[in-house]
């Protein structure tokens, strides 16, 4: 079966550092992507691993260990507008197709 | 780059009405498009997968003749939703995915639709 897990909801502070956990059970994997979705919007893209090791893009990085089933996003020097959802989201190769986290639920505290 | 424009954002109409919603790629070719429904605090639901020029490939339990879609060129995909009821109400998203292995699939900004 295709399974990815994280949780559910997160609180962090703002100025500080938060890490949202990924992990996946698919039957095939040719990559990972991080998403953000604020309320009432759609998601847009963040971040995408194929390779272990970390991609950084500004105050986001993402990681994956592709031996563990293992990924996390980084968000440094938190601000209000990071309140969102953030999904990890798996390509196994099929069609495109992406395999969907239910989403972790990031709020940020002033 | 890769922007993605979906519309109308939102639609407000009567039950037994059809409604058409486009989702065009404005700056790549997108190979692939995908049709997804989202309920409130709910994850994504896949609805259907279309490439272009050749049927789409619906998910299991979604309805092929309630949901229409067609993607006639590399930047244009449509979702029609036929003999709309209020239980068809819902946020619908488009995303598109260009060519090459490893594409990310882009987001349009979604149609909210209330069928009274």
């Known amino acids: 079966g295709q399974n990815i897990d994280q949780p559910t909801e997160m609180t962090a502070t703002e100025g500080a550092i938060v890490q949202i956990n990924c992990t996946y059970q698919?039957?095939?994997?040719?990559?990972l992507f991080w998403y953000q979705q604020h309320a009432g919007e759609a998601p847009t893209f963040l971040s995408y691993n194929v390779l272990d090791g970390l991609e950084e893009k500004g105050r986001f990085s993402s990681f994956l260990s592709r031996s563990k089933g293992y990924s996390y996003l980084l968000l440094k020097e938190l601000q209000m507008k990071d309140s969102a959802s953030y999904l990890c989201?798996?390509?196994?190769?099929?069609?495109?197709?992406?395999?969907w986290g239910l989403g972790t639920s990031l709020a940020v505290n002033p | 780059g890769a922007v993605v424009s979906q519309h109308p954002s939102r639609v407000i109409c009567k039950s037994g009405t059809s409604v058409k919603i486009e989702c065009r790629s404005l700056d790549f070719q997108a190979t692939t498009m995908f049709w997804y429904r989202q309920f409130p605090k709910k994850s994504l639901m896949l609805m259907a997968t279309s490439n272009e020029g050749s049927k789409a490939t619906y998910e299991q339990g979604v309805e092929k003749d309630k949901f229409l879609i067609n993607h006639a060129s590399l930047t244009l995909s449509t979702l029609t939703v036929t003999s709309a009821h209020p239980e068809d109400s819902s946020f619908y998203i488009c995303?598109?995915?260009?060519?090459?292995?490893?594409?990310?699939?882009?987001f349009g900004d979604g149609t909210r639709l209330s069928i009274l």
């Open positions: 698919t039957s095939g994997f040719n990559g």
């Open positions: 989201a798996v390509y196994t190769g099929n069609n495109r197709k992406l395999i």
């Open positions: 995303s598109a995915s260009g060519q090459g292995p490893y594409q990310p699939q882009h």
